[in-house]
């Protein structure tokens, strides 16, 4: 009895997933997205921002989505809010296989394994290249936080016209812990040198739970 007590919530949110939002979204990124800024041009014999661990296997494994240098603006370089595929295309996969915002019962048992996943592997910060736009200290967030952050942001958008019903059913499955960390970006384009993508600190947010 107390074991089919404990899945009722996930059952109920299976029956009623169907009736869940159907609204997309963008990525979470453009939520709080910045758009494209100049800067100086930097000093001669400036390095490139270091690429993360995650970035430099995808390049050891053939990865064509890792970037290895800054891509020198164009006209057909985007100008609008920089997205986490732009800071980091190597997790593109990782979104792409995220319920859709009409899936809020899916939504939300990804959102609950990112979460755990991000939990146990963070970001950290570090000193920035202040020379290429960065700030003094920026936060380079682990792949599972950028994919926890995305997976928030869509279940939070699905809760935005869910019915109580669903919401009180993922309520039951998510406890008390409701909030997530999520991020924006911003382009810098450093002149002679190329453009480059920031992430933000996190920025605590909450399930409208």
Not at 55 to 60: E, I, T
Not at 114 to 125: D, K, L, M, N, T
Not at 137 to 147: C, H, I, K, N
Request: aromatic content about 4%; glycine content about 8%.
């Amino acid at each position: 009895m107390t074991r089919a007590l404990a899945i009722a919530p996930v059952l109920v949110i299976a029956l009623i997933a169907a009736t869940a939002c159907s609204k997309e979204v963008a990525l979470a990124s453009n939520k709080n997205a910045k758009g494209t800024i100049t800067v100086a041009a930097a000093p001669p014999k400036t390095p490139p921002p270091e690429l993360p661990p995650e970035a430099l296997a995808d390049l050891n494994a053939g990865n064509p989505d890792a970037a290895v240098t800054p891509s020198a603006p164009s006209a057909d370089s985007p100008s609008g809010p920089a997205t986490v595929t732009d800071y980091r295309a190597s997790v593109s996969g990782d979104l792409s296989g995220l319920p859709p915002v009409g899936d809020a019962a899916a939504l939300a048992g990804a959102f609950i394994e990112w979460r755990s996943r991000a939990s146990a592997a963070p970001g950290a910060f570090e000193a920035g290249q202040v020379q290429l736009g960065a700030n003094e200290q920026e936060y380079r967030p682990s792949d599972a936080e950028l994919v926890a952050a995305e997976a928030g942001d869509r279940l939070s958008a699905a809760l935005q016209g869910a019915d109580d019903a669903t919401k009180t059913a993922i309520a039951s499955v998510m406890g008390e812990n409701h909030g997530y960390r999520r991020f924006d970006f911003r382009r810098v384009d450093v002149a002679g040198s190329g453009r480059y993508v920031y992430a933000s600190a996190p920025r605590d947010a909450k399930l409208p739970l």
